[in-house]
């Protein structure tokens, strides 16, 4: 038979005294013969609105009890996906506090969803594993993260990435008599790309499922662009360098758990992404042109300095969702990020001058990412994703840009981790790009800590 917990046998036996009280009165009065009083009949009443009050009180105390069990089992599958998806394993608070909640350690019995024989285990909740416990951790190679911060509790992650990118670019300035005949020059460009962003982020637990996060990155960023001075006849070929560097666009996000998942059942967790445009944007450098970049044949047109910024506000919305299934953590996100219209844009070009671009609608970003995150021991996890995004076309006065086209981007990450401590991990992923339009090369280390 299955035990019953202390409150419902408490509001049973209440309710049996209740009822024996009932019963004994009614017999003394009959036995004796006599009516009962006055007297009786308000004792009676006082005993039955004792007995009510009690009776609200435990009824009270039930509701507590299974408040605090929902919160014990929220926990438990918090501390669960912990070990199943990258970073820090964040403590719970109701691991952390006593029975009185004077910070002691509080040890329950709990269910354990991976046991071999498919019965639930037991196991005690807030005392530290054994050293030879495996911890089933994912390293994180995605913006996203997969596990949301516990109520009240703040994570630090400073980042650094690396990213390098080659392009050749071949422009014919002429017309063809036939095909294989062409009256003009051929302007030949190599451009070489180095990014280095530095960005410190910040998650706070608002509640058990919502998180709020602020992103603050600072760009350099270097280009070298080899090519030969276009109408001159040069045979040598010239070396365009610029560079750039500032605050990037700083970002804040809204995360949301929809449901409870654990072991075999997925996770769902809404995101909504808000980008600022506090980095300097592309319309605000100088650009390489006598007096104006269209039509023009004098001058790079390259800017001067490059932006740290995209130059539009943008609001994602996105789906994150991870399936925890042992001993492998597969995880992913849909997104679409849609960037907002600039209106009355100038372009600024040598001497001081501008040029009148009008509105500038940059394209939407539509993004889709999956992955595989695989423990290899106590303290290390390996993972692997893909990460594909459709950058749409760039409108000028509600207009395709000339040249411009749907890009393309798609990396393969491999991603590695490593548990220094309890509230502290090293993460480091390497991208590769699959097509001309993405870096072919990036590196990011990151080094989540939560307090």
Same mark, same amino acid.
């Given at each position: ?37 006055? &007297? ?20 009270? #105390? ?80 995605? #913006? ?36 294989? +005949? ?5 302007? &030949? ?184 995150? +695989? ?12 990460? +594909? ?15 411009? &086209? ?46």
């Amino acid at each position: 038979m299955k035990p019953q917990p202390f409150c419902h046998v408490a509001v049973a036996a209440c309710c049996s005294a209740l009822c024996f009280t009932n019963t004994a009165v009614h017999a003394q009065a009959v036995r004796s013969g006599n009516v009962v009083d006055d &007297v009786s009949v308000d004792t009676l009443k006082r005993d039955v609105t004792d007995l009510a009050r009690q009776l609200d009180t435990l009824k009270r #105390e039930l509701e507590e009890e299974k408040s605090k069990l929902r919160d014990l089992r929220r926990s438990v599958r918090n501390e669960y996906l912990a070990s199943q998806r990258g970073g820090t394993a964040q403590p719970s608070s109701t691991s952390q506090q006593g029975p009185q909640g004077q910070g002691g350690t509080q040890v329950a019995m709990v269910s354990n969803p991976t046991a071999q024989d498919g019965t639930p285990a037991t196991e005690p909740v807030g005392v530290a594993p054994e050293r030879n416990s495996r911890q089933r951790e994912v390293a994180p190679i995605f #913006e996203q993260p997969g596990i949301l911060t516990p109520k009240g509790k703040f994570a630090l992650e400073p980042s650094i990435q690396y990213s390098y990118s080659s392009n050749n670019r071949v422009a014919l300035v002429g017309y063809t008599v036939i095909p294989a +005949l062409l009256i003009g020059l051929v302007d &030949v460009r190599q451009v070489k790309s180095n990014t280095v962003t530095g960005a410190l982020t910040g998650r706070y637990g608002l509640t058990n499922r919502t998180e709020l996060e602020l992103r603050v990155p600072y760009v350099y960023r270097s280009d070298s662009t080899v090519s030969r001075e276009i109408f001159t006849g040069s045979a040598t070929d010239n070396v365009f360098q610029t560079s750039g560097k500032a605050i990037g666009d700083v970002e804040a996000s809204l995360r949301y758990q929809f449901n409870d998942g654990g072991a075999d059942r997925p996770y769902f967790i809404g995101t909504m992404r808000v980008k600022s445009r506090t980095g300097k944007d592309p319309f605000e450098v100088v650009t390489d042109c006598v007096t104006r970049c269209v039509g023009n044949t004098t001058g790079t047109g390259l800017p001067m300095e490059l932006p740290t910024g995209s130059g539009a506000y943008s609001l994602q919305p996105g789906l994150t969702w991870l399936f925890p299934s042992d001993p492998a953590v597969f995880f992913g996100s849909f997104s679409y990020q849609y960037n907002f219209k600039r209106n009355n844009v100038s372009r600024r070009v040598l001497n001081g001058e501008s040029e009148f671009l009008g509105d500038i609608k940059a394209g939407d970003i539509l993004g889709a990412n999956f992955g595989m995150g +695989l423990a290899l021991n106590d303290k290390s996890s390996f993972s692997v994703g893909f990460d +594909l995004n459709s950058v749409g076309r760039t409108k000028q006065n509600d207009v395709t840009v000339p040249g411009s &086209v749907r890009t393309v981007l798609a990396s393969l990450l491999l991603g590695y981790s490593y548990r220094y401590s309890d509230k502290t991990s090293f993460s480091m992923s390497i991208g590769a790009g699959l097509t001309r339009d993405t870096p072919d090369l990036t590196l990011t280390m990151r080094v989540p800590m939560s307090f």
